[in-house]
């Protein structure tokens, strides 16, 4: 059998899958690979089964330039953590898992935004303070969000599912900003740049890959053309958004507020972030379900495989 290193522990029905055609190493750790398990990967393993985090870069395929290994099978649709290029000069295919991940990150952006324009991780630290006093018609007012402009930074498969259950589900109207044109249907409006979007929208969502392409493409700039009273909410990268100037965006008020799955230096989130009341921050829970993750990692072996048996990969990126 083919030897395969799965570098975090997955849902059992996906190690019971890889198990039936491969001799499968998992390693204990959570965190990420680092440098020199990266290196030993490459030189030890036929196959690597990696996920966020795990630094398959252009210094680790530099170290190992000719490696044992021969795929790596990303556990996520992110692949930002693997150099696909210097992969690919190595001789090492890279594959991921879309359509696994689609309507798990949508659902949490939507409930990103509701949280943050209603306030509602506020009031829980509200409430388990003992800090309430009861119901009064003007208490912790936020923004009615049905009806309003929702602003969508990418539109691929999670920004359509995103602007679909925005139209359809609280009638809000939806512009998008994406580099190619792209026409998604009636209920949704591309607009010409960045720009307009952040300037149209009560509530701008970031759904982009991560990448140099799009780090930091929500900068200073970016949050200045937005209203006073609007939310961004960032589902996508961490880097993606500017981490430092969303901070002086939510102390001077230049918005209103965020709601974050992602960080720029997970699991790093600084101490300025976690201060404000107008954030609600989440652990990265974006696919957080059992059978979203267990869809993920049977994706993964799938392409694994497909690799074994000389056939095409399903997912090659």
Request: proline share 5%.
């Amino acid at each position: 059998m083919s030897k395969v290193l799965i570098t975090r522990k997955l849902p059992d029905t996906v190690l019971e899958a890889a198990r039936e055609t491969m001799d499968i190493t998992v390693r204990d750790d959570t965190a990420p690979l680092l440098l020199d398990e990266v290196e030993h990967a490459l030189k030890s393993y036929d196959a690597v089964l990696p996920t966020l985090g795990d630094a398959f870069n252009a210094q680790a395929f530099a170290a190992v330039p000719a490696p044992r290994c021969k795929v790596l099978a990303n556990f996520g649709v992110g692949y930002n953590h693997i150099d696909a290029k210097a992969a690919a000069d190595a001789g090492v295919a890279v594959t991921n898992t879309p359509g696994a991940v689609t309507d798990a990150t949508a659902d949490i952006a939507l409930t990103l935004m509701l949280m943050v324009t209603r306030r509602a991780s506020e009031g829980e630290r509200m409430v388990r303070a003992g800090k309430w006093d009861g119901w009064h018609p003007t208490q912790m007012l936020g923004l009615h969000m049905s009806g309003k402009t929702v602003g969508i930074v990418g539109m691929g498969r999670i920004g359509q599912a995103i602007a679909k259950r925005c139209h359809f589900g609280f009638d809000m109207k939806v512009v998008f900003y994406n580099r190619s044109s792209k026409d998604v249907g009636a209920h949704a409006t591309q607009l010409p740049d960045l720009r307009a979007v952040m300037e149209a929208s009560d509530v701008v969502v970031t759904a982009v890959p991560g990448g140099a392409a799009t780090r930091h493409i929500i900068d200073s700039a970016a949050l200045a053309a937005m209203k006073p009273t609007a939310f961004l909410v960032n589902i996508a990268r961490g880097d993606v958004v500017d981490e430092a100037a969303l901070i002086a965006a939510l102390q001077t008020g230049v918005i209103a507020g965020a709601g974050l799955d992602v960080y720029e230096n997970e699991p790093r989130v600084p101490d300025a972030l976690k201060a404000l009341e107008n954030t609600v921050l989440l652990p990265h829970l974006g696919t957080a379900a059992l059978e979203v993750r267990e869809a993920m990692g049977l994706m993964a072996v799938d392409n694994l495989r497909a690799h074994f048996a000389g056939k095409p990969l399903p997912n090659a990126v």
